[in-house]
């Protein structure tokens, strides 16, 4: 299960013992079913969500016929979840998943876009010391130092070793928070309250997803919620 949302942003929420927890407030949905993948149709088994109404001028003529099929307006996103091939009579064209279909989990991965901060040097983008503050450095303070011995792994040719650290973008890439304690639900509102940061600015598309993956103590947790 796979559900878009939007992040509205961070505040703090008290709980009954007294202890204040830091939270993000994440709209979710609703998300339209615009496709259901079959294995004998299409090679798998997946479920294609749609999320945020737009324009039908912004979008394009296949997009907005690819939504009709679905009883939809345009929608901006569109993403995929694969689901096994006797669950793919739990989806159907036009169905509505919203924040509901999350209740009952104590844990959820949030993916989203982080925040590009442009062209930093290897200090901020990979926490290189640099170079001594005295002793005759003279502005070279944020070096990052000789890099012609890395030419290649073997110590000839052209270019440099794949992977070797240096300035260039940084942010505006794919990241994964994993396990995030689920803190409140509100299905009225459809708001998804999780503790904790979440990656990308206000505003910005995120995708929530069932935990795939718990800690040790996490994971014991959910095997005594199961078991009572």
Do not use: W
Not at 187 to 212: C, D, F, Q, S, Y
């Amino acid at each position: 299960m796979l559900l878009m949302g939007t992040k509205v942003g961070m505040t703090r929420l008290l709980q009954p013992s007294g202890e204040s927890v830091p939270v993000t407030v994440i709209k979710v949905g609703p998300c339209v079913v615009t496709q259901v993948k079959t294995a004998d149709k299409d090679g798998y088994s997946a479920v294609q969500i749609g999320f945020g109404a737009m324009k039908a001028r912004n979008s394009t003529q296949p997009q907005i016929g690819h939504d009709a099929k679905a009883g939809s307006d345009p929608l901006r996103f569109h993403r995929e979840f694969h689901i096994k091939p006797e669950e793919a009579s739990n989806f159907e064209l036009g169905k509505a998943l919203t924040v509901k279909d999350l209740e009952g989990q104590m844990y959820v991965d949030v993916i989203g876009t982080s925040k590009g901060k442009g062209f930093q040097g290897v200090m901020k983008r990979h926490h290189f010391k640099g170079m001594f503050a005295s002793h005759g450095t003279e502005r070279k303070h944020r070096s990052p130092g000789s890099i012609g011995s890395l030419c290649s792994n073997r110590g000839y040719g052209g270019g440099l070793v794949k992977g070797k650290r240096m300035a260039g973008h940084m942010g505006d890439e794919r990241v994964t928070c994993r396990s995030l304690d689920v803190i409140k639900i509100d299905a009225e509102k459809g708001l998804l309250l999780v503790k904790g940061p979440i990656p990308g600015a206000n505003n910005g598309m995120v995708m929530v997803r069932p935990a795939t993956r718990l800690y040790k103590s996490k994971a014991k947790k959910v095997a005594a919620a199961a078991a009572k």
